[in-house]
């Protein structure tokens, strides 16, 4: 089984930055992928990016670049970094872990509670 556990959410101001950790506990020597999806009320989750740890290769959504993954294998930690977030981005941020990215959270196995993020 594993374990994810966000952090660094809160609130935050237009134009601002934050930056969300999510780590990985328990068995994690399956895990190749972490991504950060995000939930919007009465909408499903969305794909923000993923990062393919092994070869530490991100992959996003979209090509917008406010917002950058990163992370570390060997501690099996995934990091977001959001730049100039704005009101629209406000939601509910989650960290899921699989043998592979996916960008449908259906195909996540594993996920952390999520963290919210207010911005205004």
């Known amino acids: 089984q594993v374990q994810l556990v966000e952090s660094g959410g809160g609130s935050v101001q237009v134009g601002g930055s934050l930056r969300l950790s999510c780590v990985a506990s328990g068995d994690t020597s399956s895990v190749e992928c972490m991504g950060w999806f995000r939930q919007f009320p009465g909408r499903e989750r969305e794909a923000i990016a993923n990062?393919?740890?092994?070869?530490?290769?991100p992959y996003y959504a979209n090509s917008e670049g406010r917002f950058t993954i990163s992370g570390d294998k060997a501690k099996t930690t995934v990091y977001l970094q959001m730049n100039y977030p704005t009101v629209e981005d406000s939601a509910t941020y989650y960290c899921?872990?699989?043998?592979?990215?996916?960008?449908?959270?259906?195909?996540?196995?594993?996920w952390g509670q999520g963290t919210q993020v207010t911005v205004s």
């Open positions: 990062l393919l740890l092994g070869p530490n290769v």
């Open positions: 899921a872990a699989d043998r592979r990215c996916f960008w449908s959270a259906r195909e996540y196995t594993h």
